[in-house]
């Protein structure tokens, strides 16, 4: 199915039509936007929730990353765990001491 700005650009119609200036005709254009009703309730509810799923959604990914083989030296961070953490500070958006109380909620 075509996509809302698929449908923005069928339905913004433009007319417009242009002669020569010796026969002397104007140029018409008309506009038409359409817009769009909004689901609020529906809205409301993806914004009130967004986090949490995106948290869930992360866990779960981060999940299939496999720990590289280390053969020397002291043992690594799991890998998964960096990514999640990397992943989810740029997510929220705050430097990495604001971030840390939301690290450590994510933990338990």
């Known amino acids: 199915m075509p996509c809302k700005h698929i449908y923005a650009v069928e339905y913004l119609i433009i007319w417009q039509t242009e002669t020569d ?3 002397n005709v104007t140029t018409k254009t008309e ?4 817009t769009y009703k909004q689901n609020w309730p529906a809205y409301n ?8 799923r995106f948290l869930v ?4 990914l981060c999940t299939l990353i496999d ?15 960096m990514v999640f953490a990397c992943v989810y ?5 705050f430097s990495s001491h604001r971030f840390m ?7 338990t």
Request: hydrophobic share 35%; glycine share 2%; aromatic share 2%.
């Open 21 to 23: 200036k010796q026969q």
């Open 31 to 34: 506009t038409v936007k359409v």
């Open 45 to 52: 509810a993806a914004q009130t929730e967004e986090k949490e």
């Open 57 to 60: 959604l992360l866990d779960a």
């Open 67 to 81: 720990q590289p083989a280390q053969a020397k030296g002291r043992p690594p961070l799991p890998l998964a765990d």
């Open 89 to 93: 500070q740029v997510y929220s958006c």
């Open 101 to 107: 109380s939301d690290l450590r909620k994510a933990q």
